[in-house]
């Protein structure tokens, strides 16, 4: 080993210097070890047990439909723009409150949507929805 420049040392080296890929996983190995014991440590806690049956039944929807020329429907009755809001208050005073779902047709103005709404939040129906249908492929 001569620290003398040649041109035998001027070749590239083919192998891999194993030392730093060494030096890196031994420290891996070193913080896993370090970090693994506080990652499992959890309180020991004893949970109750429940039964899974429902106590209460799921509460029945009501379909409010609104026609073209904007007449009101709950459920397949008829109902008056101006009795709605009372028919739905009776609806909101059951426990479980059932959720409103609200069918408009596309060509209906948007003032019968609105009137619906206002109806049913007065009425205090906390759960509305509208029913849209999906677009074809």
Same mark, same amino acid.
């Given at each position: 080993?001569?620290?003398?420049?040649? $041109? $035998?040392?001027?070749? +590239?080296? #083919?192998? @891999? #210097?194993?030392?730093?890929? +060494?030096?890196?996983? %031994? +420290?891996?190995? &070193? &913080?896993?070890? @370090?970090? &693994?014991?506080?990652?499992?440590?959890?309180?020991?806690?004893?949970?109750?047990?429940?039964?899974?049956?429902?106590? =209460?039944?799921?509460?029945? #929807? /009501? =379909?409010?439909? @609104?026609?073209?020329?904007? =007449?009101?429907? /709950?459920?397949? !009755?008829?109902?008056?723009?101006?009795?709605?809001?009372?028919? /739905?208050?009776?609806?909101?005073?059951?426990?479980? !409150?059932?959720? %409103?779902? &609200?069918?408009?047709?596309?060509?209906?103005?948007?003032?019968?949507?609105? =009137?619906?709404?206002?109806?049913? !939040?007065?009425?205090?129906?906390?759960? @509305?929805?509208?029913?849209?249908?999906?677009?074809?492929?």
């Amino acid at each position: 080993m001569s620290f003398e420049a040649s $041109e $035998e040392q001027d070749e +590239v080296m #083919n192998e @891999i #210097n194993m030392t730093p890929l +060494v030096d890196v996983m %031994l +420290v891996l190995l &070193i &913080i896993f070890i @370090i970090t &693994i014991p506080v990652v499992q440590h959890a309180v020991k806690v004893e949970l109750p047990r429940t039964s899974s049956s429902r106590d =209460q039944a799921p509460p029945d #929807n /009501l =379909q409010l439909a @609104i026609d073209s020329q904007g =007449q009101f429907f /709950l459920g397949k !009755q008829a109902v008056a723009a101006d009795a709605l809001e009372d028919a /739905l208050r009776e609806h909101a005073a059951k426990d479980p !409150q059932p959720q %409103l779902y &609200i069918r408009g047709d596309k060509k209906v103005a948007y003032e019968h949507v609105a =009137q619906a709404m206002t109806a049913a !939040q007065r009425a205090g129906l906390a759960k @509305i929805g509208f029913v849209t249908e999906g677009q074809k492929p």
